[in-house]
């Protein structure tokens, strides 16, 4: 199983990028999916997660209504679109398989938010 992110690099506060997550030899639609981040000298947070189908979406308190999330299970990727970006959202980005027990991860995308 190969996760790749993309999209990460430095943006202005108040951008909005969109990550994207590739799975490769796995049953991506089988499941759920999560987004994870790690900001400079903290702990892993959860971002958010998405239904297999992509129906149901959820996100974390600090970054509800500015983030969204969505699915694409032809092309087995995942992504996360971050809105009205701030310098606090600096972090890396991880996607990982399933929604509560995370079996497989990416190598993460760096998001840099700066003027």
């Known amino acids: 199983v190969q996760l790749v992110e993309s999209g990460g690099g430095l943006v202005q506060p108040g951008g909005s990028p969109t990550l994207s997550c590739v799975v490769s030899?796995?049953?991506?639609?089988?499941?759920?999916m999560s987004w994870v981040r790690q900001a400079p000298g903290k702990g892993l947070q959860w971002v958010s997660g998405?239904?297999?189908?992509?129906?149901?979406?959820w996100f974390a308190d600090s970054v509800k209504g500015r983030f969204s999330s969505s699915r694409d299970n032809a092309k087995n990727t995942v992504y996360l679109q971050l809105n009205s970006l701030r310098t606090g959202n600096t972090a890396m980005y991880y996607c990982?398989?399933?929604?509560?027990?995370?079996?497989?991860w990416g190598q993460g995308t760096r998001v840099t938010v700066s003027s």
């Open positions: 990982a398989t399933g929604l509560f027990n995370y079996s497989h």
């Open positions: 030899d796995f049953t991506f639609s089988n499941y759920g």
């Open positions: 998405i239904s297999n189908g992509g129906g149901s979406t």
